[in-house]
């Protein structure tokens, strides 16, 4: 009765009239000294704060104007025009004319009033390792209960909130002091809707260390406010605007211009050489925590008079480096056009983003993006294609075949390459001299091996004359696999669902059969600890351990659930490990003393194709169907960089260079050659 009295007195329905003593004492805090403002003609003044419910007369104003708590922002006048339009619209006022009542702080959708909502971080300090900023947010509790609050974030940065949890008094401000700690390696461009405030009223003589979080499931007594996060690109706009004289301090001060994508080199040399084709590296390495879609395109389409193929598109993982190595045609001579303006555009993604079908796709990425305004940068790339002496940045040797290539193999002391044809030839290709012979694939030792699709296997010498020695059949189907005992003079060929090992002493004999899959065996390799075990993988989804000895496995690794297309050993901390490759887009890391998994890889997007591991540095390469080639550490399993050579085709086979600086490619029809240290 008491709130409808000071209702209709505000709306203008009544007439002004004598308050019940027990009304002023409640607005007054009971006649509380501190709500005195001076002394009147007929008394004491004080100040009142009145918390009402109200429904009529609120005529085009919103309903936090009518509150002495509220406050006037630029959502007042949006409520003020909406009431225009609704009543012009409908010929009704906005406000209804009936009684029915609408809660104040309802309205207001938040018990504690925030202030900013808008987090701007300032006040950076910086430090051997981090970039530091910080930001205060004041929460103002104008009721007369006691309010707790929470406040948490989603975000991957390192925040310290201070205090996250605690209770504001009836009628006062607490201030909540935020700050963020960014690797000085580490690019912040743009992260919004971090931060939420839940808030629930108390019963009076709760102690902060009772506040649980669970307390805060959301629910019709827990109100939830969102602050956003500006970007310090966005900052750096405003500020342009309102203060052209204040300089903004970006978060990186080594970053300029607060690039996704740390982009090398700027200038693409391309060397000339007479009917080659010409490659040069792009590195790009994203220090985000985030992945970045990128796509390199012509900045004039009709200058594209030697690149292969662009524009190109791709996605960098967090915290990576990815490889791109752009050809050109084969040319008789030197283009007219040399100089080639490139734009490599790129923005953020979110962690669930799959590789564009095709161009359309990544244009269609990038449309939206500029409609949304999400964070989206250009670099200028300028192509060069000069004559060889000119050129500043090394050659990454590189052959194309007229042919799809099979099987790949190289020579552990020697700079060749080997590769099967799918057409029945073997190349054989010496990476220093660029020199081509006719031979057959090398299983390194003595011999070139090579194994066909009618389950022949040819044996051939490699002297100053190629010579053929023998060919035996090995089985009534195609040879899927060939591996080399390190020091017996032993051949493991596998087919179908078997495994076969060959005596070359003994005029080439099957001394052991080894037939417990129950698909396709795809790979074969020995134990470079233990010369006498090997594995094998298969279609049937297992990986098996063998014994020379006996002709049934010592042990079955289960786990995958498509083909497991290839495996390798490698050691960490002088712990034997083995890595397989599967269809089913993952690789997995085995503890072969424990016999059990210890990490699953699901970074792929397309089936894995191959892997190699180096014996002497801790290196990992996988290969998969998509063309793309991932460099792993064996220590941490931690992805270092990306590979890929645009319409290169499915990775059919990789090789450790003799001098571990770099290793082979083979794809469908190219093979490349890349230098893992030189990322520069």
Same mark, same amino acid.
């Given at each position: 009765? %008491?709130?409808?009295?000071?209702?209709?007195?505000?709306?203008?329905?009544?007439?002004?009239?004598?308050?019940?003593?027990?009304?002023?004492?409640?607005?007054?805090?009971?006649?509380?000294?501190?709500?005195?403002?001076?002394? *009147? #003609?007929?008394?004491?003044?004080?100040?009142?704060?009145?918390?009402?419910?109200?429904?009529?007369?609120?005529?085009?104003?919103?309903? %936090?104007?009518?509150?002495?708590?509220?406050?006037?922002?630029?959502?007042?006048?949006?409520?003020?025009?909406?009431?225009?339009?609704?009543?012009?619209?409908?010929?009704?006022?906005?406000?209804?004319?009936?009684?029915?009542?609408?809660?104040?702080?309802?309205?207001?959708?938040?018990?504690?009033?925030?202030?900013?909502?808008?987090?701007?971080?300032?006040?950076?300090?910086?430090?051997?390792?981090?970039?530091?900023?910080?930001?205060?947010?004041?929460?103002?509790?104008?009721?007369?209960?006691?309010?707790?609050?929470?406040?948490?974030?989603?975000?991957?940065?390192?925040?310290?909130?201070?205090?996250?949890?605690?209770?504001?008094?009836?009628?006062?401000?607490?201030?909540?002091?935020?700050?963020?700690?960014?690797?000085?390696?580490?690019?912040?461009?743009?992260?919004?809707?971090?931060?939420?405030?839940?808030?629930?009223?108390?019963?009076?003589?709760?102690?902060?260390?009772?506040? @649980?979080?669970?307390?805060?499931? @959301?629910?019709?007594?827990?109100?939830?406010?969102? =602050?956003?996060?500006?970007?310090?690109?966005?900052?750096?706009?405003?500020?342009?605007?309102?203060?052209?004289?204040?300089?903004?301090?970006?978060?990186?001060?080594?970053?300029?211009?607060?690039?996704?994508?740390?982009?090398?080199?700027?200038?693409?040399?391309?060397?000339?050489?007479?009917?080659?084709?010409?490659?040069?590296?792009?590195?790009?390495?994203?220090?985000?925590?985030?992945?970045?879609?990128?796509?390199?395109?012509?900045?004039?389409?009709?200058?594209?008079?030697?690149?292969?193929?662009?524009?190109?598109?791709?996605?960098?993982?967090?915290?990576?480096?990815?490889?791109?190595?752009?050809?050109?045609?084969?040319?008789?001579?030197?283009?007219?056009?040399?100089?080639?303006?490139?734009?490599?555009?790129?923005?953020?993604?979110?962690?669930?983003?799959?590789?564009?079908?095709?161009?359309?796709?990544?244009?269609?990425?990038?449309?939206?993006?500029?409609?949304?305004?999400?964070?989206?940068?250009?670099?200028?790339?300028? !192509?060069?294609?000069?004559?060889? #002496?000119?050129?500043?940045?090394?050659?990454?040797?590189?052959?194309?075949?007229?042919?799809?290539?099979?099987?790949?193999?190289?020579?552990?002391?020697?700079?060749?390459?080997?590769?099967?044809?799918?057409?029945?030839?073997?190349? =054989?290709?010496?990476?220093?001299?660029?020199?081509?012979?006719?031979?057959?694939?090398?299983?390194?030792?003595?011999?070139?091996?090579?194994?066909?699709?009618?389950?022949?296997?040819?044996?051939?010498?490699?002297?100053?004359?190629?010579? @053929?020695?023998?060919?035996?059949?090995?089985?009534?189907?195609?040879?899927?696999?060939?591996?080399?005992?390190?020091?017996?003079?032993?051949?493991?060929?596998?087919?179908?669902?078997?495994?076969?090992?060959?005596?070359?002493?003994?005029?080439?004999?099957?001394?052991?059969?080894?037939? %417990?899959?129950?698909?396709?065996?795809?790979?074969?390799?020995?134990?470079?600890?233990?010369?006498?075990?090997?594995?094998?993988?298969?279609?049937?989804?297992?990986?098996?351990?063998?014994?020379?000895?006996?002709?049934?496995?010592?042990?079955?690794?289960? #786990?995958?659930?498509?083909?497991?297309?290839?495996?390798?050993?490698?050691?960490?901390?002088?712990?034997?490990?083995?890595?397989?490759?599967?269809?089913?887009?993952?690789?997995?890391?085995?503890?072969?003393?424990?016999?059990?998994?210890?990490?699953?890889?699901?970074?792929?997007?397309?089936?894995?194709?191959?892997?190699?591991?180096?014996?002497?540095?801790?290196?990992?390469?996988?290969?998969?169907?998509?063309?793309?080639?991932?460099?792993?550490?064996?220590?941490?399993?931690?992805?270092?960089?990306?590979? !890929?050579?645009?319409?290169? *085709?499915?990775?059919?086979?990789?090789?450790?260079?003799?001098?571990?600086?770099?290793?082979?490619? *083979?794809?469908?029809?190219?093979?490349?050659?890349?230098?893992?240290?030189?990322?520069?």
């Amino acid at each position: 009765m %008491e709130d409808n009295i000071l209702e209709r007195i505000l709306d203008g329905s009544m007439e002004p009239t004598d308050l019940p003593l027990e009304t002023l004492r409640k607005i007054t805090d009971n006649f509380s000294e501190s709500r005195i403002i001076g002394e *009147g #003609g007929f008394g004491t003044v004080y100040k009142v704060n009145i918390i009402l419910l109200f429904a009529r007369n609120c005529g085009y104003s919103a309903p %936090e104007n009518w509150s002495g708590g509220g406050r006037m922002t630029v959502k007042s006048d949006i409520y003020s025009l909406g009431t225009i339009i609704v009543e012009l619209v409908t010929g009704h006022k906005g406000i209804p004319d009936d009684k029915s009542k609408i809660n104040l702080s309802s309205w207001e959708d938040d018990m504690l009033g925030i202030e900013p909502l808008d987090l701007r971080f300032s006040n950076y300090k910086h430090n051997n390792e981090h970039i530091s900023s910080s930001c205060s947010v004041e929460l103002s509790n104008n009721t007369y209960g006691f309010i707790a609050f929470n406040i948490q974030t989603a975000s991957l940065l390192p925040y310290r909130i201070e205090p996250n949890m605690d209770i504001v008094p009836p009628q006062s401000k607490i201030s909540v002091d935020i700050t963020r700690y960014v690797h000085r390696d580490k690019v912040v461009l743009q992260y919004t809707g971090q931060f939420i405030v839940r808030s629930m009223e108390v019963n009076e003589g709760l102690a902060t260390k009772d506040i @649980k979080q669970d307390m805060f499931d @959301k629910g019709k007594d827990v109100d939830e406010v969102h =602050l956003t996060v500006v970007s310090e690109a966005q900052l750096q706009v405003t500020s342009r605007a309102e203060e052209p004289s204040k300089e903004v301090i970006p978060l990186q001060a080594e970053c300029s211009e607060m690039m996704l994508l740390n982009v090398h080199p700027l200038e693409l040399r391309f060397p000339f050489i007479p009917k080659s084709t010409i490659p040069c590296s792009l590195h790009l390495t994203n220090k985000t925590d985030e992945p970045v879609v990128f796509r390199l395109m012509e900045k004039n389409v009709r200058c594209s008079a030697y690149m292969i193929r662009v524009p190109v598109h791709g996605i960098v993982p967090p915290n990576s480096t990815y490889t791109l190595v752009l050809t050109t045609y084969e040319m008789n001579e030197l283009p007219r056009e040399t100089n080639m303006d490139l734009i490599l555009q790129n923005s953020v993604a979110n962690s669930y983003i799959q590789p564009f079908i095709d161009d359309d796709e990544c244009e269609q990425f990038f449309e939206e993006v500029r409609e949304t305004g999400d964070t989206f940068s250009e670099v200028a790339l300028q !192509a060069v294609c000069a004559p060889l #002496g000119e050129t500043i940045y090394e050659i990454i040797p590189l052959v194309r075949t007229t042919c799809i290539i099979y099987s790949f193999d190289g020579h552990p002391t020697e700079p060749w390459i080997i590769m099967g044809l799918i057409d029945g030839r073997v190349h =054989l290709w010496n990476y220093e001299t660029q020199a081509m012979k006719s031979t057959k694939i090398v299983v390194r030792k003595q011999w070139f091996l090579a194994g066909d699709t009618d389950g022949y296997i040819h044996v051939c010498n490699y002297g100053t004359e190629l010579k @053929k020695i023998t060919a035996f059949r090995a089985c009534s189907h195609y040879i899927t696999s060939l591996a080399v005992h390190p020091t017996k003079p032993y051949v493991l060929s596998s087919t179908l669902r078997d495994i076969y090992l060959w005596d070359w002493d003994n005029d080439w004999n099957c001394v052991q059969t080894f037939s %417990e899959h129950s698909g396709t065996v795809e790979h074969i390799t020995f134990n470079p600890r233990d010369h006498n075990n090997f594995a094998s993988s298969s279609a049937d989804r297992t990986v098996k351990v063998w014994n020379l000895d006996s002709p049934e496995s010592s042990y079955t690794l289960s #786990g995958h659930s498509d083909t497991v297309t290839c495996l390798d050993f490698f050691t960490r901390d002088d712990q034997l490990y083995l890595i397989s490759c599967s269809d089913d887009l993952t690789v997995k890391i085995w503890d072969m003393k424990e016999k059990t998994c210890i990490r699953t890889i699901e970074a792929f997007t397309s089936p894995v194709t191959c892997v190699i591991s180096h014996s002497d540095r801790p290196y990992l390469v996988t290969g998969s169907k998509d063309g793309l080639v991932h460099l792993w550490s064996s220590s941490s399993f931690r992805l270092e960089r990306i590979f !890929a050579v645009p319409r290169g *085709g499915v990775v059919c086979g990789l090789i450790w260079l003799r001098e571990s600086q770099g290793f082979v490619i *083979g794809q469908d029809r190219l093979v490349t050659i890349m230098d893992i240290d030189n990322e520069e």
